[in-house]
């Protein structure tokens, strides 16, 4: 906006005392509004999933609309997360820096990998900081299993010496089981893994014990066969 400002002045030099003046005010209006979108608050607070249009809107706290994703299938994919108590989105800080990050392991547009889904993260001005694809080759009882694997769900975990958080990925095999919680630091760098042979449905995380340390908690079933 300021730049635009400057591009107007050179432009249109102020030539003579009436043309000073519509000049004036119109500088006046143009300032008015660059240091009213400078001053907006920018920082996301909540969402909004619009299954109509397929679009999830980010807000913030004045209920102001920031910018929105574009996201195929959004309401099944609600629909499909909430029957196993897992979130799709969410906005929270997890760096630390005061400012929100929106996460999301909705179908954005442009992101899928042929059928794997990736954890998303954006920062308030709708920047990637995070785009994490789930591959891993692996070998069991001379068993062939496809490297994809695909994001179903997530949860936050707080880091209390730095505030920080952590996300857990439930990354379930595309073929077959087995499935794996991925641990992410703020950064989206894998900082650990853990295997299951079965289905996981969810993974979340609680302090159980009162300690001030929260537990992982993961649900889901076993592979028998």
Known sequence: MLQKIQYYLIRYPVRTVSAGVASTSLFASLVFFAMGDLLQDKNPAFFLENYKENTIEIYNKKYVKLWQLVASDLEQQSIANATYGSKMSVITDINADNKNEFLTMADVLGERKEIQQP????????????RHYFTQDFNYLARVYTPRFTCANFALLQKSETGTKEILVNAVNMGR??????????????????WHFG?????????LNHDGKSEIIVWGKNDTQ
């Open 119 to 130: 954890i998303l993260v954006y920062d308030f001005k709708q920047n990637i900081l995070i």
């Open 177 to 194: 089981s087995p499935a794996f919680i991925a641990r992410l630091d703020h950064e989206g760098k894998e900082i650990g893994k853990y």
């Open 199 to 207: 289905s996981i449905h969810g993974v979340d995380s609680l302090d």
